[in-house]
């Protein structure tokens, strides 16, 4: 089956413009996590869905940072204003209910000129 | 400050040394796994640990997570080009599976 996709692969964008990034989970998990990683900071948790619960919105280092997941699937992570200190790589990953084992998308690089 | 300190960040070796990558905090975890990651791709899961004191093999690959649930190591047995790439430890605590902590990495170069 597929694994997670993410989209765009690359953005660049304006400082102070908005960005959503996409992600679409592997088909029948329901949990779907939003990473960022960036020289330097190594790998850091944003935000962690699971199924219908209330998010675990911890991470965002901003309110400018929101994510969605539509329909228990699809998620947008939007970064409003964007700053030059957000260009990062950004990555989703999925994994079943409980389950420790997380699978990761190849990451949208986002780019704040 | 870092929850879970990796050392080394660097590591360049000639093919057929062994490593060991190591992966250490002051907080105890309920699991621990370890990643691998290409450039321009996402991390790869190698292995999950959950009970202190375990031991898991994955063929030249040799993982054990610490008695106290603090520490893990990565040990690679005869180290072949193909090892190349970032490998990145990350810890769960307690019933938060999904709130990974993740180390800083080790970039591992193996030369032929």
């Known amino acids: 089956g597929a694994g997670v996709s993410q989209s765009p692969s690359n953005k660049v964008t304006e400082k102070g413009k908005d960005v959503e990034l996409r992600c679409d989970p592997i088909?029948?998990?329901?949990?779907l996590y939003w990473y960022r990683q960036s020289l330097g900071q190594g790998l850091e948790f944003l935000i962690y869905?699971?199924?219908?619960?209330?998010?675990?919105k911890s991470g965002l280092p901003s309110d400018r940072f929101s994510a969605e997941r539509t329909g228990g699937s699809v998620s947008t992570l939007t970064i409003q204003r964007t700053q030059q200190e957000d260009s990062a790589v950004y990555l989703c990953?999925?994994?079943?209910?409980?389950?420790?084992?997380?699978?990761f998308g190849p990451g949208t690089r986002l780019t704040v000129t | 400050t870092q929850l879970l300190e990796q050392s080394p960040q660097f590591l360049s070796i000639q093919e057929g040394e062994n490593l060991t990558v190591y992966c250490n905090s002051s907080?105890?975890?309920?699991?621990l796994q370890w990643y691998r990651q290409e450039p321009g791709e996402g991390p790869v899961l190698l292995v999950t640990?959950?009970?202190?004191?375990e031991v898991k093999k994955l063929k030249r690959l040799t993982f054990q997570f610490g008695d106290a649930r603090k520490d893990s190591s990565l040990h690679i047995t005869a180290a072949q080009p193909g090892d190349t790439g970032l490998y990145l430890c990350?810890?769960?605590?307690?019933?938060?599976?999904?709130?990974?902590?993740f180390g800083q990495g080790t970039i591992l170069t193996v030369h032929p």
């Open positions: 990953a999925s994994s079943h209910r409980g389950a420790y084992e997380q699978y």
């Open positions: 088909s029948g998990h329901t949990a």
């Open positions: 869905f699971q199924g219908n619960s209330a998010p675990d």
């Open positions: 907080s105890v975890f309920s699991s």
């Open positions: 640990v959950v009970t202190g004191g």
């Open positions: 990350a810890g769960a605590r307690g019933t938060s599976y999904g709130k990974l902590t």
